[in-house]
DNA sequence: ATGGTTGTTTTACAA
């Protein structure tokens, strides 16, 4: 079973991206990010045209997340729990029926946070980081595969990023920022990509701006979270950075686990 | 070299 996350930067604007992905990569369940789109607004007809279950948690203008699935999900939950006075669409779960029982899948958007000095913005992050935590740690009790997949605005590390000098004072790199990250991961959650590989300057985003992905000036901020029970099962991982070549790309690639759930 | 780009029922702001 492959699943995946994209944070596709607006779903009106990347639908032939989108559509072009799906019916190449052929992924099982797809965890969005940004689709910047109201609920209505998403493009549903022309993705289960391709065979997908759509299931949109959306926003005016910003933000937004989806999970298309071929399979049907049994339940699901949108938004984080946690803060009833959050406004902003940036989760979505999904339990989904698999041979031997089942899983449970999160498209996740987790805030950038800067500028840091922001009175609201990174607070608002690490306050968000902190629900997500909470959150894990009761699925975990649930004792089932579960994979929190999404755009985390975190670079978890040096190596995760082109040049960690230029990050340094960045939300998405601060040590505060990185060891919330941490805290997140000593729940017993595996970072799916680095538990496949050693490889370096492996990243899934680059900026639109000077020349990014020509100089390859990439991070790795788009990740797979996997309990104990999914990192079992999972088989191989990808980034599928050819993506990013394409005409009118999202900045962001997709980043996709292989499982086996039989 | 203090630049540069993209998306949104925009004309400012988030990334």
Redesign the pocket.
């Known amino acids: 079973m492959k699943i995946a996350t994209w ?1 596709i ?6 639908l032939d991206n989108l559509r072009q992905w799906l019916t190449d990569s052929q992924p099982d369940i797809v965890c969005l990010q ?1 689709i ?3 609920d ?2 998403f493009p549903r007809l022309e993705i289960e045209a391709l065979g997908y279950h759509v299931e949109t948690h959306g926003q ?4 937004g997340v989806a999970l298309l699935s071929k399979i049907r999900p049994d339940e699901i939950l949108r938004g984080l729990p946690g803060d009833d006075g959050d406004e ?1 669409s940036r989760y979505i779960e999904g339990v989904f029926s698999v041979p031997r029982g089942a899983i449970r899948v999160a498209s996740i ?1 987790l ?4 500028p840091p000095e ?1 009175p609201v ?1 990174y607070p608002y992050k690490l306050s968000w980081m902190e629900r997500l935590r909470q959150h894990a740690r009761n699925c975990l009790l649930l004792e089932e595969p579960l994979i929190l997949a999404g ?1 985390y ?1 975190v670079i978890p590390e040096p190596h995760d990023c082109f040049d960690p000098a230029v990050w340094a004072t960045d939300a998405l790199f601060l040590p505060e920022t990185r060891a919330a990250f941490r805290r997140l991961e000593n729940l017993g959650l595996v970072d799916a990509v680095r538990a496949t590989t050693d490889a370096t300057k492996l990243y899934s ?1 680059w ?5 990014a992905w020509q100089k390859n000036n990439g991070i790795r901020i788009d990740h797979l979270l996997l309990a104990p029970e999914a990192a079992d099962r999972l088989k191989a991982t990808a980034i599928e950075k050819h993506v990013r070549a394409w005409e ?4 962001h690639v997709p980043v996709v686990g292989l499982f086996d759930f039989n």
């Open positions: 944070n930067n607006g779903v009106k604007a990347r940004e910047k789109s109201v209505e607004g005016k203008g910003f933000n902003q958007y805030p950038n946070g800067n922001d913005k755009d605005n985003f900026d639109y701006q000077a020349g009118k790309p999202s900045d």
